[in-house]
């Protein structure tokens, strides 16, 4: 079973200054999604951002990006120039088969 | 574009209850996935729903079933409640068999408290 691991419960950034969210994750198989979900307090699950396995170049969403290390099996989020839009729960996932598999979150706290 | 609605927000039940929670897909979407998110975690994968017929389950017991509309809304069921039942519940949808670029969307979750 696929399984994804964020091993940063809470992480807190100055406004306007960057910050990496790391995830990690295991499967056995080649193709597969990776995604990048911010949940704010409305709790509705918002997609940041997204990576298709078979691709090497990593995504970028305006102040959004990624670094996909799929031999490692590592998915960071990096967030620059920080706003107070931005606090918020992110969650990790996997995708395949039309179905996702979160990690636990990380709280980002963003300090004005 | 209505995105996707569930009903409803919060909801109050007591032990040994039965709920139903409601979701309207997204115009234009087929397929409707339910999540359990628990205080502090992740979602977990309940069901999937395309067809008016449950294609996918996850980890949860029979307590927990299904049904999809022709109109492709949905209704989720729990039966003989428990404590841990208490959750977030989150409705997404999608249009079957599409690249994941076109991904979920997900409702805003009916809160369910069971007491």
């Known amino acids: 079973a696929q399984t994804v691991t964020q091993s940063q419960p809470e992480m807190s950034v100055q406004e306007a200054e960057t910050v990496t969210l790391s995830c990690t994750y295991d499967t056995s198989e080649s193709d597969y999604y990776l995604f990048w979900y911010k949940q704010p307090p409305s709790r509705q699950m918002i997609l940041v951002i997204r990576?298709?396995?078979?691709?090497?170049q990593n995504a970028t969403e305006n102040r959004f990006s990624v670094n996909f290390q799929k031999a490692a099996k590592s998915f960071s989020l990096k967030i620059s120039d920080s706003q107070l839009g931005d606090a918020a729960m992110y969650f990790c996932?996997?995708?395949?088969?039309?179905?996702?598999?979160f990690g636990t979150g990380t709280r980002l706290t963003i300090i004005p | 574009d209505a995105g996707v609605t569930q009903s409803p927000t919060h909801l109050i039940k007591t032990r040994g209850q039965q709920v139903t929670l409601r979701c309207s897909p997204k115009s234009g979407h087929d397929t409707v996935s339910w999540y359990q998110q628990a205080l502090g975690q992740g979602p977990q994968f309940i069901f999937q729903?395309?067809?008016?017929?449950?294609?996918q389950r996850g980890n949860f017991p029979d307590r927990f079933s299904g049904h999809q509309f022709p109109n492709y809304s949905s209704e989720l069921n729990v039966n003989a409640l428990l404590l841990g039942d208490s959750a977030l519940y989150l409705c997404a949808s999608s249009w079957y068999g599409t690249e994941a670029n076109y991904g979920y969307t997900f409702g805003s979750g009916t809160r369910l408290t069971v007491v």
């Open positions: 729903y395309y067809e008016e017929e449950e294609r």
């Open positions: 996932a996997y995708y395949r088969n039309e179905k996702l598999t």
């Open positions: 990576q298709e396995a078979y691709k090497q």
